[in-house]
Structures are given as structure tokens and as C-alpha cells.
DNA sequence: CCTTGCCTTGACGCTGACGACAAGGTTTAG
DNA sequence: CTAAACCTTGTCGTCAGCGTCAAGGCAAGG
């Protein structure tokens, strides 16, 4: 399999597979004319990545779970490593949670507060910005 | 004032008041010399844009609330324009708790499984990358 | 005069995950 | 012979909010 066809299969780009080989997330062969050679399993791998990136996991985050994946098994995160980054992920998760519930609740004050004490005196639009 | 006590004053740096007033939120005067001199109510402009900036908002998001502040109101937030940035700030941040909400779910869920298919096969530490 | 400590503009660096080109090699089909 | 459709490496651009020099002007004190 060539990297456009392992490309669509795995729906994303060329650019993007070249982009994870850099950063050793993926390792092709070559073909004798220098083309980048994939076998199925690396279709996996790239899925498991991308389903990753997706939930907000950065490029060094994935990496257990590709070792853990070419490693033989069936999911990549039934590995030590890969459990700990799930954890660590799930406690950034839960902090950003209790932030965002805060800024909510901040935002919501201030809307009411806004509403109450509504337009004393007006900005009047601009019409040009040099 | 200049803008070293200014950015004192505000908790910030030189850079940073540069920065907005390159993007049309700050508008100090000049000295003969060409210096920036700021008066008392940019600190509170400052402030806002400031404490805006710390709860997610953009730095066009900010503008409104600047000009509803200059236009001699007692708060940034009591104008027209700054209620309905407020309004989509929060519709946002309700989406985005959503999804962190399902993220969350799903890596209990994957934590779950992967504990309770442990280790099957592990990959061993590598010792070197190239 | 020289140093210290302000200030000025200008320009590059950073983080992350790529998109978008450029310039060229290879293989296949017509 | 040539066009189409692959592939290669390399480099710059993107978004945001600044940090961090660089090179120099201005003001005041010893």
C-alpha cells in the first residue's frame, strides 16, 4: 500500500502521514524507487491516532498506544503506559472541566448583571478603521 | 503615565500593551519625545482586557467591551454589542463543556477497558530514537 | 563624559498539527 | 512522445498572544 492510497483509507492526507513518520509515529518500508510502503496493520495505527488527536490527545501522548498496538495487541491501550497517559488525561480533563463550569457560571453572572444595569450610554459604531 | 508603570500597574509588560495597541485596543497619546502616555482610565481598559483574555475570550472578542468602557460607562459589559459577544461566549463554552463532558466519558470508559484487559503483551522500553 | 534606565521601532521565535506550494523523479496508458 | 497521476524532499504559511533580542534615542545623576 502507497501512502495516498493509506491516505484515503485512513481519511486524512499525504502531508499528514509524512507529518507522523517525522515525529516516528509511523515507520514505512521503501520500495526499491524510494516510495513509502505500508502494510494493513498500519492502517490501524493510523486510525488509533487520529481517534486520539480527536480527543485532544497530543503527538507525544499517542506514542504508548502505537508501541502498545505494533507490541501485538488487540487495542492500543491496554498497555501500562498507554493507562497512564489515559489517567494523567483524565484528570487534565476534569481540571479543564472545573474552569470552564467556573467561566461558565462567570459569564452567566455577568450577562445578568449586564441585562440589569442595560446601554447607559452607547458606543456609536465606527465606520472606518485606518 | 508611561507604559512601564502602566504595564506595572496592570500586571503586565511593555510587549503586551504594544501588542493591543497594535490592534486597536489601547490609545495612548504622545509625548514631544514620542513617548506612549497613557491617563488613569486605560488602566481600568487594561484591566478588562485583561480579565477578559484570562477567561478564554479573543482579542476581537474584547473590543466591545473597550469601547463600552470608553464610552463613559461605569462596567465594559453593560453595552448592546458586549451582551451579545457575552451571549455567544457562553453558547460556546456550553458546546465545548458538552464535548469535554463525552471526552471525559469516553476515556473512563477506554480506562475501564484497558484495566480490565491488562497486559497482554508489552512493549519494552526503547533505549535510543535517531 | 559616562552610565543607568527609561523609551522607540522592527523583526524573529514559540506552540501544534498540519495545508499549500515548489521542483522534480517514476510509471503507466494512449 | 507526452500527458496523467502517482511519488519524493524541502520550505514557508497558519492561528494567538505575546517573549525576546537588536539597535538606537532621550533624560538625569555623578
New interface residues.
Given amino acids: 500500500m502507497l501512502i495516498g492510497e493509506l491516505a484515503e483509507r485512513a481519511g486524512t492526507s499525504t502531508r499528514t502521514l509524512r507529518y507522523y513518520e517525522a515525529h516516528?509515529l509511523v515507520r514505512p518500508r521503501r520500495s526499491a524507487n524510494g516510495y513509502r510502503v505500508y502494510d494493513e496493520a498500519e492502517l490501524r495505527v493510523v486510525r488509533e491516532i487520529r481517534a486520539l488527536l480527536d480527543?485532544?490527545f497530543g503527538l507525544d501522548d499517542v506514542r504508548?498506544f502505537v508501541?502498545?498496538l505494533?507490541?501485538?495487541?488487540?487495542?492500543g491501550?491496554?498497555?501500562?503506559?498507554?493507562?497512564l497517559v489515559?489517567?494523567r488525561?483524565?484528570a487534565e480533563?476534569?481540571d479543564?472541566?472545573d474552569r470552564?463550569?467556573a467561566?461558565?457560571q462567570?459569564?452567566?453572572t455577568?450577562?445578568t448583571?449586564?441585562?440589569a444595569?442595560?446601554?447607559?450610554?452607547?458606543?456609536r459604531k465606527r465606520q472606518s478603521?485606518p
Fill in positions: 516516528g480527543v485532544g504508548p508501541a502498545c505494533r507490541a501485538g495487541n488487540a487495542s491501550d491496554v498497555c501500562p503506559d498507554s493507562v489515559l489517567r488525561k483524565l480533563v476534569d479543564y472541566l470552564l463550569t467561566v461558565r462567570q459569564l452567566r455577568q450577562l448583571h449586564a441585562i444595569h442595560r446601554e447607559e450610554t452607547c458606543p478603521a
